[in-house]
């Protein structure tokens, strides 16, 4: 498995601002993924972050609303632009290691937009 | 698309009652099965995983039989304790990792 930290754990932000959330691992890692989950859902990727190249987004995701860098192997960050309270939710990390088709995740921010 | 149908919660059980959580999958492939758990306040963590038809995954008293001809992957334990109340989430992966929607367990002394 690998050992992945968040941060922040939690914050509660005003609506309008901008939030960074880091993601650092403990090994060099290949592929990086950024999953929302709004309270008592289940997980929606919003991303995956290569190291040396874009962010590829799934459907109903941006870029200019989730900037994410994946500056080197071990460590990425998700900003949620413009929020506003419909972005309360756990926002996740996650990366695959030994195996591609196993990821194993941080522990989540939880944002709560007011 | 490939998708992951898990049974709907709540779960309420007593400690020592047996546990099983259904789960199906539709996959055009031959997908790698997963059963993740999240404790409250908490991210997901893997519990057991299986990468082939008849394979099972094991961990803490979990298992999961994956079967090709049912297209499915049940969580089953044989006694549950009030440390396991937590959401599990049933996952595929095959060129990526779809979530069913999470089951709430709740077990009672």
Redesign the interface.
Known sequence: ?AV?S?KPSRDICQRGTSLTIQCQVDSQVTMM?WYRQQPG???T?IA?ANQGSEATYESGFVIDKFPISRPNLTFSTLTVSNMSPEDSSIY?C?VDRQTV????????T?LTVL | GDSVTQMEGPVTLSEEAFLTINCTYTATGYP?L?W?VQYP??????LL?A?KADDKGSNKGFEATYRKETTSFHLEKGSVQVSDSAVY?CAL??N??R????TRLTVKP
């Not at chain 2, 306040?41 to 893997?46: D, I, K, N, P």
């Open positions: 498995s992945i968040q993924f859902q289940s997980l990727l995956t996740l996650s088709d196993t990821q194993y995740f941080g522990p989540g939880r | 790698s997963f993740y306040g908490e991210g997901l963590q893997l995983k990468t989430f992966s095959i990526d990792m979530f069913g929607a999470g």
